[in-house]
């Protein structure tokens, strides 16, 4: 019998238990990471990720290279593969950690249980991120993650594995079309090395000025802590950072920035419990309530909001950046979602397939429960409709977030590179700009249709039905 370690978005050798049970048990071990054709062709994944996830990798490699050992990145479709490596080596228990994925990676899931079943073979998931699978309700929550949090990081004595080799061949020959030179050289790139480093600067210097540059789209770039593609693809296990913060919060106490962001690091497990125990949010409204709005996609809205030329200068922004870089701050992705959902009336499920692929940390579990909430489709939250004039107000004043990203404003004045319809005639004779032929003028009157959004949602929310969804929802999600 051999072992069959199977890496998912858990791409680490520390704090891995599969891994370690592996070791632990003496048996020939096969490492194995596999690029499904379901999830390259997924509506959710794209290149970066791909590109993300192989550099954490090679980085992998490095550290197996003195203990000759190797995790094979295998291409095709994980059940042809283990038939491969089961016709290869004969009988092998498989390891893994649960994955909390999209639809597709459980279907998946359940083919591979259903194909080791038939095999007469066993498969053990761990659990990551403090979830536990099927859950009814919350209660005692917070109690377990808390356990989970405290219980020590699983030691991996790499150095005491048996490994076994496999003939490869169905060796990867995917490579990310993303050049590196194509990206702004602001895109995170993968390796423990880098969340390390990340994690340690963040702990050391950078918290002082977390809380107050959270919801700035350009401070918070290198204020928050970044560590969100490690966490997403599981370079860094939760349980890692968590320990490290709470350490420094034991040197610091009642320090408010690390508070802060220990919270965040509680909400991360949060939102994947909730997507765990309601999966169905993948596709549909949370609460059947708001079924009854944005019913149709707009073709023209949907270009101008994904290719940022939809005449708000911080919209565009916003868009802009994250399309190149994979990254932007809580706040500004919250009100990309706003801007979609309430100002143009659209189905947040566009939203959700293009900001999934922008995102370099896409993590199912947070992604379609966050787009939800802020689109107003749960039931039970305060609407929040983020006005992006006044956010650019607030958080970009002096306009260089958007002048950075939306050059054709660059040399206006910051009032009007937030505003550029403020301008008279003369003013822009001035700056030789006119709207509609340097930049789009705005898609919609954002005040009129926020208000509109606003009155349709309270509506809702107030009626019987949505009432008692939401009566349903919190039963299950609230602790
Ligand atoms: C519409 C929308 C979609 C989002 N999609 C994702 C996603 O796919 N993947 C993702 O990791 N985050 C997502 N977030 C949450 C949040 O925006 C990012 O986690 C955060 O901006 C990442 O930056 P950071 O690592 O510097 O965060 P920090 O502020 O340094 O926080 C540390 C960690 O806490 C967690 N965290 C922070 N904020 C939240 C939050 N509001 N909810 C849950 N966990 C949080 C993340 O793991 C983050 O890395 C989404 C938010 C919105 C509004």
Redesign the pocket.
């Known amino acids: 019998m051999k072992n069959v370690v199977w890496f998912k978005r858990d791409l680490r050798l520390s704090d891995h238990a599969p891994l370690r049970e592996a070791i632990s048990n003496g048996r020939p071990t096969i490492l194995l990471f596999v690029i499904e054709p379901e999830l390259i062709n997924s509506e959710h994944y794209s290149n970066r990720h791909w590109k993300f996830m192989l550099e954490s990798i090679a980085e992998m490699q490095q550290k197996l290279l003195p203990h000759n050992a190797e995790i094979s990145v295998l291409q095709g479709e994980i059940r042809s593969i283990l038939q491969m490596l089961y016709e290869e080596h004969g009988a092998f228990q498989l390891f893994s950690h649960l994955e909390i994925g999209i639809h597709t990676t459980f279907v998946r899931d359940k083919a591979v249980r259903d194909w080791i079943i038939k095999q007469g073979l066993s498969w053990v998931e761990y659990p990551q991120n403090a979830i536990t699978r099927g859950r009814r309700n919350r209660n005692g929550w917070n109690k377990d993650w808390e356990r989970f949090m405290n219980s020590p990081v699983v030691h991996v004595p790499i150095s005491a594995l048996n490994f076994q080799k496999t003939s490869n061949k169905l060796v990867n020959s995917f490579k990310p079309s993303l050049a590196i030179s194509e990206e702004d050289d602001s895109m995170q790139r993968g390796g423990r090395s880098n969340g390390e480093k990340l994690l340690r600067t ?1 702990l050391s210097k950078r918290y002082t000025y ?1 809380s107050k540059n ?1 919801s700035k789209p350009l401070m ?1 770039r290198s204020y ?5 593609p490690y ?2 693809w599981g370079v860094l296990s939760i349980r890692e950072v968590t320990q490290s913060t709470a350490l420094r919060m034991r040197e610091l106490p009642r320090n408010r920035n690390l508070q802060n ?1 220990m919270s ?2 509680h ?2 497990c ?2 994947i419990q909730k997507f765990e125990s309601e999966c169905d949010m993948e596709f549909k409204n949370q609460n059947p309530a708001y079924n009854i709005i944005r019913t149709t996609i707009n073709d023209h809205y949907l270009e101008a909001w994904t290719t940022g030329q939809t005449g708000i200068p911080l919209i565009d922004a916003c868009m802009r950046c994250v399309n190149t870089t994979g ?4 706040r500004m ?2 009100m ?2 706003s801007f979609w959902t309430h100002n143009l009336q659209q189905p947040w499920q566009q939203a959700a397939d293009h ?2 692929k922008q ?1 370099l ?4 579990g ?2 379609f429960p ?2 939800q909430m ?1 689109a107003g489709t749960v039931g039970y939250h305060t609407l929040r409709i983020y006005n992006p004039i006044k956010q650019a107000e607030d958080h970009d004043p002096d306009a260089l977030f958007i002048k950075k990203w939306v050059p054709e404003l660059a040399k206006l004045p910051a009032i009007f590179a937030r505003e550029p319809w403020k301008m008279t005639p003369i003013e822009c004779m001035m700056e030789d700009f006119h709207l509609g032929q340097h930049y789009p003028e705005a898609i919609c009157d954002v005040e009129a249709s926020g208000k509109f959004a606003t009155e349709t949602i309270h509506r809702i929310k107030k009626s019987s039905e949505s009432k008692k969804f939401a009566e349903q929802i919190r039963q299950i999600h609230v602790n």
């Not at 990254?327 to 809580?330: C, D, G, K, T, V």
């Not at 940390?361 to 199912?364: A, I, K, L, N, S």
């Open positions: 963040f977390y959270i918070s928050c802590s970044r560590l969100s966490l997403a962001f965040r690091l909400w991360h949060h939102f990254y932007l701050n809580f992705r919250a990309l979602v900001l999934s995102f940390d896409f993590e199912p947070i992604h966050q787009i802020q």
